[in-house]
């Protein structure tokens, strides 16, 4: 009876050191996320000032002929915006050009990014976009 017992003590001890492995192993795994979560936040942070950044080049840089380098969307969202007397939704946009509201939006933001001068005002909810005055037509 007193091996039995014997035994079951082991098995306890045992189970005991396993239990005491899982809990020090959860509580790693536990600091680590931690850290992981701090990580993201600094590296969203980080995109948010390369944005920031860009975003000011970009705003600082004369868009001409020669540096921009248009794809077949852009350039079909450009000239409807040049030959469009009022600003136009996103949705409006896409459908005078093909596409969906949200490639449309999409395309204007890759404009934007370009150095293309387009701005947007809101009225009832809904945005509109337009070519600002001082971006030349004739440039492109």
């Known amino acids: 009876m007193d091996t039995i017992h014997d035994l079951l ?5 045992e189970l005991d050191e396993h239990l005491d492995a899982l809990n020090q192993n959860t509580t790693e795994i536990g600091a680590v996320q931690e850290y992981s979560s701090e ?14 950044l860009q975003a000011l080049l970009l705003s600082q840089t004369p868009a001409s002929k020669d ?7 852009e350039q079909d969202v ?20 093909g596409l969906t509201a949200d490639m449309a939006a999409q395309t204007l933001y890759c404009l934007k990014q370009k ?12 945005t509109y976009y337009a070519l600002d005055q001082r971006f030349v037509r004739n440039e492109l």
């Open 39 to 52: 990580i993201e936040m600094k590296l969203e942070k980080l995109t948010e000032r390369v944005d920031a």
């Open 9 to 13: 003590r082991e098995v306890r001890e």
């Open 78 to 97: 450009l000239n409807t915006l040049q030959l469009t007397d009022e600003p136009l939704t996103s949705a409006g946009l896409g459908r005078r050009t």
């Open 115 to 126: 150095g293309v001068k387009v701005v947007a005002s809101t009225l009832n909810d809904e």
């Open 67 to 73: 540096s921009l380098k248009l794809n077949v969307k």
